[in-house]
């Protein structure tokens, strides 16, 4: 891919971005599709996460069952979305740290099983990444992004209930806050 697609990519994915949040933030006085945690036992979106089984980066299925039990951040993303791509580096950090300890950080990406290969090992990802293609836009959903914006990110405790969603780049120093009351 040369410079001039990947400029394009980038521009693309900033005003699907751009867009998605401004639908998010402006949308008023509507219930959103999923409270922030769910009553006792795995329901709902996140049952419907763990019996997905995704293709990693190398093309390996793996079941998504397997991080069961473990306090997830599950981070929905795309190559071409650039604010995708700002946050990989502090997640990669987030993942290799104290908080990757007690914290399963998982992508899954948006897009085709080539491009998101290509891009894995152009900027080796340090926490697993999963292919869901335009199905991840639907299970993304089912977490409350009714705008389909990307990145979207959903934090999980360990005991299976969605504790919060983030629509937009992360900003590091509230999920960290989230993170301490796990």
Same mark, same amino acid.
């Given at each position: ?16 971005? +751009? ?41 390996? +299925? ?24 700002? =946050?990989?580096? =502090? ?7 104290? =908080? ?83």
């Amino acid at each position: 891919m040369n410079q001039k697609h990947l400029a394009a990519y980038v521009v693309v994915g900033l005003l699907f971005a +751009a867009s998605g949040a401004y639908v998010g933030m402006h949308k008023k006085d509507q219930a959103s599709p999923i409270a922030t945690t769910q009553p006792a036992g795995i329901t709902g979106p996140v049952n419907d996460l763990y019996k997905q089984t995704l293709p990693d980066a190398k093309g390996v +299925a793996q079941p998504l069952a397997q991080y069961k039990g473990k306090a997830m951040l599950v981070n929905f993303w795309a190559p071409w979305c650039g604010p995708c791509v700002q =946050e990989m580096p =502090e997640l990669s950090a987030l993942a290799a740290g104290e =908080e990757g300890k007690k914290l399963q950080v998982i992508g899954i990406g948006i897009d085709s099983a080539t491009n998101i290969a290509e891009f894995n090992d152009k900027f080796k990802i340090t926490y697993p990444v999963f292919v869901a293609g335009m199905a991840g836009t639907d299970l993304s959903r089912a977490f409350g992004n009714g705008a389909g914006g990307l990145p979207y990110t959903v934090l999980i405790g360990a005991d299976g209930q969605v504790k919060k969603t983030y629509l937009g780049r992360l900003k590091f120093d509230e999920l960290r806050k989230d993170l301490a009351t796990l």
